[in-house]
């Protein structure tokens, strides 16, 4: 499969904790944007990088959450201390290139603070 | 302030039908206009997306058509089938920087068999 694939699928944990996300672009795509999408709404932007440069965060994007891109290829998102209100779902997508703004979505990661 | 506002919410049509999905921005800098799919669980995948020099683009039984005086752009599906029950996003954003995307609301469709 040359999809966006992102890990795990899903992931419960407690209020407080600290998570992990890992997300594996297409091969080719130098692009690499991360996005969260609560219920019933549209996917809202968290971050972009261009190969390992984080070039653009959110306002959304607390201190409690960060992201890393090592030699531009997968990609990390970690929530620290977590709250009930980061559940969501965090979608990855990637992009080929500058001026080609077609992007490809992962599957998610369904994240339930409990 | 939203963006990119998407209507209606919902839609119930039967198979066979046309679904009609519409969507207003208010930035005159997006220049690319994407129309993306999600079923539930899954990420949003793209369908078929416009730039504005062109007023209608087609592929297969998805249309969009684009008004660039109105700041309007709207998703025809044509002889729409139970397969296509999902929900609806357009977005849209504009080429150099991040090129990130502004998405709407989304639209539940509902088709019947």
């Known amino acids: 499969d040359t999809g966006v694939s992102q890990d795990p699928r899903h992931k419960i944990t407690k209020r407080g904790q600290n998570v992990t996300f890992r997300c594996d672009p297409i091969s080719e795509h130098n692009r690499l944007y991360w996005y969260r999408q609560t219920l019933g709404q549209g996917p809202e932007f968290l971050t972009y990088?261009?190969?390992?440069?984080?070039?653009?965060k959110s306002r959304l994007l607390s201190d409690r959450f960060s992201a890393e891109r090592p030699k531009g290829s997968f990609s990390t998102l970690e929530i620290q201390r977590t709250e009930q209100g980061d559940s969501a779902m965090y979608l990855c997508?990637?992009?080929?290139?500058?001026?080609?703004?077609?992007?490809?979505f992962g599957q998610g990661t369904r994240l339930t603070v409990v | 302030q939203q963006q990119v506002k998407q209507s209606p919410q919902s839609l119930i049509v039967q198979k066979g039908g046309i679904s009609i999905i519409n969507c207003a921005y208010e930035?005159?800098?997006?220049?690319?206009f994407p129309w993306y799919q999600q079923f539930p669980g899954k990420g949003p995948a793209l369908l078929i997306a416009?730039?504005?020099?062109?007023s209608e683009k087609k592929e297969g039984r998805f249309t969009i058509s684009f008004n660039k005086s109105a700041k309007q752009f709207s998703l025809h599906i044509m002889d729409s089938q139970p397969g296509d029950s999902a929900t609806y996003f357009c977005a849209a954003s504009m080429t150099g920087g991040s090129e990130k995307l502004v998405f709407g609301k989304g639209m539940k469709l509902t088709v019947n068999p």
């Open positions: 990088f261009q190969n390992e440069a984080q070039l653009e």
């Open positions: 416009i730039r504005p020099d062109v």
């Open positions: 997508a990637s992009s080929p290139g500058t001026g080609n703004t077609e992007a490809f």
């Open positions: 930035n005159t800098a997006f220049d690319y």
